[in-house]
């Protein structure tokens, strides 16, 4: 029955992991195409309203759900006598998901700037930052399927 409840709440984990990266694929794509338009166009107006949906619809309650539901895993796990707060790949994933939280609220801010009028990064910016959750994404599965340390 635990174990049940324990791999449900795994799946739930892992759908809602699957929602919060594929936003965070698409909002600084999103960017790319939005920074050339003229502020105040039609055509500014339909990006704006589009970062906004995927930001309030998909991104910030995916990422509420992954650190509930992970922080449920932990607890589950420390509760029935596997103390996972020890774990070297642990900390190294805890250390991974705030970065790549805080790179959640540097994107979030970044669409609010552009909502504003404002373009303040270059364009070969956004491409960069556009790697960090490919390479977020893979550092953790491999912590966490691996569990190297
Ligand atoms: C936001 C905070 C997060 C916390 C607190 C958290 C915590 C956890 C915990 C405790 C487990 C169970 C590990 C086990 O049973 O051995 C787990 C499973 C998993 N997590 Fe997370 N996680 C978080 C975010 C993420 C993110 C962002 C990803 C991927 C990018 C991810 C990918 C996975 C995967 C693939 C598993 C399954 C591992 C397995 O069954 O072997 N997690 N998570």
């Known amino acids: 029955m635990l174990v049940t409840s324990y791999l449900w709440v795994k799946a739930a984990h892992l759908i809602f992991v699957i929602f919060w990266i594929a936003g965070l694929f698409m909002l600084p794509r999103f960017y790319i195409y939005h920074q050339p338009t ?3 166009s039609v055509e500014d107006k339909q990006w704006i ?3 906004r949906r995927l930001r309030s ?3 910030n309650p995916a990422m509420i759900a992954v650190w509930v539901l992970g922080l ?3 607890w589950i ?3 029935n006598g596997r103390p996972i707060l ?3 790949w642990l900390h ?3 250390l991974c998901v705030i970065a790549l939280s805080g790179y959640h609220g540097w994107a979030s801010a970044y669409g609010k700037k552009m909502a504003r009028g404002y373009r303040p990064a270059k364009d070969r ?3 960069l930052m556009n790697e960090v959750p490919g390479i977020a994404t893979a550092v953790i599965v491999i912590l966490v399927i691996v569990q190297p340390f």
């Open 86 to 88: 020890t774990e070297g």
């Open 92 to 94: 190294a994933k805890l």
């Open 57 to 59: 619809i998909i991104l």
């Open 49 to 51: 309203e589009r970062e």
């Open 72 to 74: 449920a895993l932990i």
């Open 77 to 79: 796990n420390q509760m």
């Open 125 to 127: 910016t956004l491409r």
């Open 38 to 40: 003229v502020p105040g």
